[in-house]
């Protein structure tokens, strides 16, 4: 089995953990999080053995890692920061679905009970969440959060950096824009913006997309 790092000891690190070792291909070696507080410490057994630094890469001999945050945000920032470092690996959980056609970018997490249907591209270090389901020909961006329970119609297109939360629902061939929030429960009937967040049935945006550049990650 391969050896695989987790970056983060959150609960979302839990998650990761568990289906990493579901999946019989890797063996979980350890857990790098920028929290000094946590040192020492373990996650479901496994230790934390430093912060997320080029420097403790090269230290502990990482090769393959996968990011375990649920932060869109953070994940963008750690793969900035260790870009180049590690082999970034996707994960995914034995029980989820895959169909004919489905592509998986590097370092994103399918977890238990996820369903991608023909033709699904998911980009780079993706979170799709419990028992989410994305249907036919859909696109969900890089540093993307689709929260458990979320439902994807068919032909829909999620920015980079969006967040889908728990239980809501997008109707078929509608966008969500880049580092767009729809709400827990949120039912996207039209175009979501760049930037903003969405709450409701249907969902409405509840505030103006940041100055500047909205298609850019909030945490710049």
């Known amino acids: 089995m391969r050896p695989l790092w987790i970056i983060g000891a ?32 373990c996650v479901l057994g496994i230790p934390i053995r430093g912060e997320a630094s080029p420097e403790a890469v090269k230290r502990l001999g990482i090769g393959h890692a996968v990011i375990a945050v649920g932060s869109n945000c953070a994940r963008a920032d750690i793969a900035r920061r260790l870009g180049g470092h590690v082999a970034w690996t996707s994960v995914v959980h034995p029980t989820a679905y ?37 249907d036919h020909d859909c696109l969900v961006g890089d540093f993307t959060h689709i929260a458990p329970g979320a439902r994807l119609a068919g032909n829909v297109r999620i920015g980079p950096g969006a967040l889908l939360g ?55």
Do not use: Y
């Open 10 to 41: 959150g609960g979302h690190a839990k998650v990761v953990i568990d289906a990493a070792r579901a999946s019989g291909r890797f063996e979980v070696a350890g857990v790098l999080d920028d929290d000094p507080g946590r040192r020492g410490m």
């Open 166 to 220: 728990i239980g809501s629902s997008v109707l078929p061939r509608c966008s969500v824009g880049a580092w767009a929030t729809i709400g827990a429960g949120g039912v996207v009937t039209r175009d979501i913006p760049p930037g903003v967040t969405a709450i409701g049935v249907p969902a409405r945006p509840v505030d103006l997309p940041p100055a500047g550049r909205p298609d850019r990650p909030p945490c710049d």
């Open 98 to 134: 895959l169909a004919e056609g489905v592509v998986v970018g590097e370092g994103s997490v399918i977890c238990a009970g996820v369903i991608l249907q023909p033709e699904v591209t998911v980009g780079r270090h993706a979170i799709l969440n419990t028992a989410s389901s994305v």
